[in-house]
């Protein structure tokens, strides 16, 4: 299974068509709308974290652009600073993914970097902000994406 989020751009001819739940129908991925503004008549944009197999978000995304819609992998990873974070937990109501938890019953905050998908999410609600995004480099980007291809 592969987690990663994506910026889609829709074209407006596509702004009535369902798109999205015909993604999930019949390419069997499963998604999370991280935000979005989409209008009748009017080119919308779509941060959405999509998860499947590598070959049915490929296929998925091969969809999508059937339909003019521009995805965009946001490549990004987070790191948390382990001595800022004072482990309050305000990070794991936010997360997503499950990325961040707290460990029972030590109570401590752990952070899974192999289950992050980027999100961000984390970043503005850590009050001493322990928690940072960092771009993926372009040669990291470049071979995952050949593993999918």
């Not at 935000?35 to 998860?51: F, H, S, Y």
């Not at 990004?76 to 019953?105: E, H, N, S």
């Amino acid at each position: 299974m592969t987690t990663k989020i994506y910026v889609l751009r829709f074209p407006k001819e596509t702004s009535n068509e369902p798109i999205i739940y015909q993604l999930v129908k019949q390419y069997d991925v499963e998604f999370n709308i991280l935000k979005a503004d989409i209008l009748p008549q009017r080119e919308g944009v779509m941060i959405l974290e999509l998860k499947g197999t590598r070959e049915k978000v490929k296929n998925g995304l091969d969809y999508l652009k059937s339909f003019g819609v521009q995805a965009e992998r946001l490549a990004a990873a987070i790191k948390r600073d382990d001595d800022k974070c004072f482990q309050c937990g305000a990070c794991t109501g936010i997360c997503p993914v499950g990325a961040l938890y707290i460990k029972r019953p030590s109570m401590e905050v752990i952070f899974d970097a192999d289950k992050c998908t980027g999100c961000s999410l984390c970043v503005p609600i850590c009050p001493v902000r322990a928690m940072e995004v960092s771009p993926l480099s372009e040669a990291f980007v470049e071979a995952e994406e050949k593993i999918v291809t």
